[in-house]
């Protein structure tokens, strides 16, 4: 069975996207090195704006609504899964589903209004779920429906927090949402993998300070901080995970890290993911 | 005062509200079964999305395109380009792939009544593919029209997702369609056996045949062949008949099935030496033999003597003879035939009965000509 992340923080611009599709990214280099079986890794984006889809299929990112992850989650009964999926441009082992943004939009508009709303994207991918090693949801910065749909499917949350005021303010009411799923959705399983210190600044003293706050209250939790550095802007602007855009040398040991420092950020998060995970 | 009836909420149905209640029907099976069982979703997927079952009884390909097929090694327009290349040269496949051509132009003409049922199943490549349950003709149709009228771009099938395909499913719609030959018959029983008793088929099995002859070896459970009665209804005595068919060695399972040999000609094959049984299945394509004329091999294993004639009624002997003169003409392209009838003619002229044959063909030809617009 999959191991579902949830990318979440109704808190925009913090960073799931670009940890979304860089971890996406990362697990499949290093289960394709590793041979793992299966080795397959799928990134759903359920944020509307869908710019998670640029980086791992742009130009075949889009489809019709009633070919998209929206239909998916409005219809009954929703269409095949198992021939929406695509397979990624830079890694063959990633793969995604396409969106449609408007479709999106009047599915976030219509599922108050349809039974059983929480549960439409897990039940949408419980047929494909035991062919994949992970499953990574970006999720919309808004606690919404299909933030709920992304938790409720999902078996691990990781929180990307942007260590400012406002990037914490939040987070209180994102973990009330994560305890209400556990208990009104019978979601006993769902972790939280980790906080995840983003788009971290050294220069300014506040973020040193949120990241200690982290470590003192959720000490096995905190994971190491991703540093704001212009290989993530970069990377997105050519529409293509860090890993492509800054290769290293050679990955015929597995390496996924080069001598970007956003590479080895993320290398490190990818390694402590799978650790973590195989642990359970 | 007359007494007012009362209501029972509990017992009103859709006619008292006057409005139409769907019926809501309890399933077996889980939240799944009961949500998505009864509720259709029809999708269209593309003849490249989807693949036939090696293990449906009834088979359509030919069996040199077969292998290649399901190996692999060429995909459904290559082997449905072999296939008209192979009707060119075979009537039987001629005749076969006429039904499927016409079948396939009326998708244009009327559009696809049934839709193809099937499940997605992963591969090895990793991928999805939509497996076929039932509708590989509807499927095969479509592909030698695509091919044949030069298609750039796929057709699109309508189908439907089953959530748990079943044999009997399968057979079902084969009884439905056209009833496959006495050989696909007997692959239908053997696999409905095979399935109640839990023998699902090994995709490392190279031929087909080996699986359904599985059947032959297990020991019916108690009630099966009742149960098998109403699906491929036939008696119990019958269905055994037929999957004894399955002792036949694949070639010969191979064209019976492609000339549709009739199960009591393969019964009287049977019936001889298993030496003797190649020869008998190929006289029996070749001539045209009924069940009684594979019988008499048994007691001489050379043609029919003068001898025998003589025992045969005139109608059964001339009946023959016109059977096999027709087989030979149409076992032959439309050109060739020209030749072959110009060739009759000369002969027969040239033996000397051809102002005796004329009157005699005359009848014939009025009386089939009769019966043929009584029948319509």
Known sequence: MAIVIAVANQKGGVGKTTTAVNLAAGLAIKLRHEGHSPGKILLVDADPQGHGLLAVGFGRHLAAPEESLAALLVETPPPSIQRMLRQGIHQSNLYYIPGNTQAMVAARARLPSLLAREQRLARALAPIADTYAYIIIDTPPTLDDLMINALVAATHVLIPVEPSYLGLSGLKDLQQAIDQVRVHLAKDDLHILGYLPTRCVRQRVEV??????????????????IHETTDLTYAHSAHMD???????????DGRLESSSRATQEYAWLVNEVVQRTRME | MAKRKRYNPLEETGADLGVVVPEVRAQEGGLDATLFDGVERIERLAPSQMMPDRFQP?????????????????DCYAAAQAWLELAGEDRAWEARLAELLDMGGSFKAQGQIKPITGAWRPTEEEIFIFQIETGERRFWA???????????????????????????RQVLENRHTKSPSAVGQ?????????????????????????YFRLALARRAPHGMWAKLEPVMQHSTRRMQQLLSVLQLSTPLLELADRYQLPERVLREVL?????????????AVREGLTSEEVGQLRKKEDKPSRADDARRSPERIAFTGLRRFTRAAMNVGAQERQFVLDGV??????????????????????????RLRGRL
């Open chain 1, 208 to 225: 040193q300070e949120i990241v200690d706050y982290l470590r003192e209250n959720y000490p096995a939790r905190t994971l190491r901080p």
């Open chain 1, 242 to 252: 860090v890993f492509t855009y800054r290769p290293p040398r050679s990955r015929r």
């Open chain 2, 58 to 74: 009834r088979r359509l390909l030919p069996e040199k395109i077969r292998r290649r097929f399901f190996n692999g090694e060429i």
């Open chain 2, 142 to 168: 479509a592909c030698l029209r695509a091919v044949r009228d030069g298609l750039q771009k796929e057709p699109e099938l309508r189908v439907e997702v089953v959530s748990a395909p079943t044999r009997q």
């Open chain 2, 186 to 210: 007997a692959c239908e029983i053997a696999a409905l056996m095979l399935d109640e008793i839990g023998v699902k088929p090994d995709a490392e099995i190279k031929d087909e045949y080996e």
């Open chain 2, 271 to 283: 019936a001889l030496p298993k030496a003797g049984w190649k020869a008998a299945i190929q006289s």
């Open chain 2, 345 to 370: 003619a000369d002969e027969v002229l040239v033996q000397g009965f051809g102002e005796a044959l004329l009157p005699l063909l005359k009848g014939i030809s009025e009386r089939i000509e009769v």
